[in-house]
Each structure stands twice: as C-alpha cells, then as structure tokens.
C-alpha cells in the first residue's frame, strides 16, 4: 500500500479541464493535449500537487489530510517540463505562487471560452525584491553616468 496521496482520474480531468488543457505557468502555457500525428491525441500535461502527495516531498503540508492532499484544489495542470521545474526548484516556486498560477489560469480560461484574453503584467517591485544588489548597481550606473553605456560583449 502506497503512502503518497494521488489523485484520481475524475479528480485529474478536472484540474486539466479548469485549466483548459494549458500549463498553468505564465511564462509556459503550453497546450498540453493534441494531435499525436496519426488519429490519436498525446497529452504532455501533469496534474502536479502544489503541496506534495507525501511526506518529504516537494512542499509537502503536514497539516492537510489525506484527503485534502487528494483533492482538485491541491493540484495544478502544467506541462511535464514545468512540473519538473517546479519540483526539483522549490525555492522560487513556493506553494502560493503555484496557487497563483492556478487562479489566473482558470480565470484565462474562463474567460477564453467566452472570447476574451489577460495579460499578465510583470511586477518591477517583485523583480526588485528578488535582485536587490543588482538592481542598486543599476541605478547607480544611470544616476552617475546617464549617457555611457559599455558592452563587454564582442
């Protein structure tokens, strides 16, 4: 008997269908089902736990149950690349930022099916936070010498 949480069929053709079949993340949406080439289809869509289906994994939640780990609101659709990604980079994909995916995936295809489309803004202020020096030293470089800019590169 398996100790991990997964889900179940019904509950991961809900994810995929919330999602609209896209990845969730941003910067991907990927359509993760189609043609196979022949009179097939091929999906390469993941419904990826946001907290993990078991103890030690990827933001794993003590405080969920069993069932809470296997429910609809505890998965995300992505494509297999990024549901790697998402779980071998933990750092920079916390659980809130994966539900954040989610949200405004279902809101796109929500709204997709009823012929309008989001553009997602990016945020300066959270690039900043997560570049501080560098940022800095950018500011600098304009401050003191607005109009001189060097390439290093050849």
């Not at 269908?17 to 196979?36: E, H, K, V």
């Not at 097939?40 to 736990?49: E, L, P, R, T």
Request: positive net charge; glycine residues 6%.
């Amino acid at each position: 008997m398996s100790n991990r949480d997964d889900f179940r069929a019904p509950i991961i053709r809900t994810i995929a269908q919330r999602a609209g079949y896209r990845c969730s993340n941003q910067t991907c949406l990927r359509p993760a089902i189609g043609p196979d080439g022949a009179d097939d289809s091929a999906s390469i869509g993941v419904a990826a736990h946001i907290t993990a289906a078991a103890e030690g994994g990827p933001r794993y939640d003590p405080a969920l149950t069993s069932r809470e780990r296997a429910a609809a609101e505890n998965g995300i659709w992505l494509c297999q690349t990024c549901s790697r990604l998402v779980d071998v980079d933990v750092i920079s994909h916390s659980k809130e930022q994966l539900r954040e995916w989610k949200t405004f995936a279902e809101m796109r295809a929500y709204l997709g099916i009823r012929g309008f489309a989001i553009a997602v803004s990016r945020s300066f202020q959270k690039l900043e936070g997560k570049m501080p020096s560098l940022v800095m030293e950018m500011r600098n470089h304009i401050r003191n010498a607005p109009f001189i800019r060097v390439c290093n590169s050849r």
